[in-house]
């Protein structure tokens, strides 16, 4: 699905990390993950910003 007119959710969405990201900016997997010492193969995102918060304070 790459026309954001045919989205099923619109959002927002958070995503809990340290990383310095902006508005628009591409997140994708095969990236060290903030929680372990591996490259992870998901990305994970919420529609909460508590729970983005939570994701951030968690990170290394």
């Known amino acids: 699905m790459n026309d954001k007119n045919n989205a099923i959710d619109p959002g927002p969405f958070f995503h809990g990390t340290k990383a310095e990201l902006n508005i628009g900016d591409l997140l994708q997997p095969q990236h060290l ?4 010492d591996k490259k992870s193969n998901y990305i ?5 910003l508590n729970a983005a918060k939570w994701g951030a304070e968690l990170a290394k």
């Open 44 to 48: 994970y995102f919420t529609a909460t």
């Open 33 to 36: 993950s903030n929680y372990q």
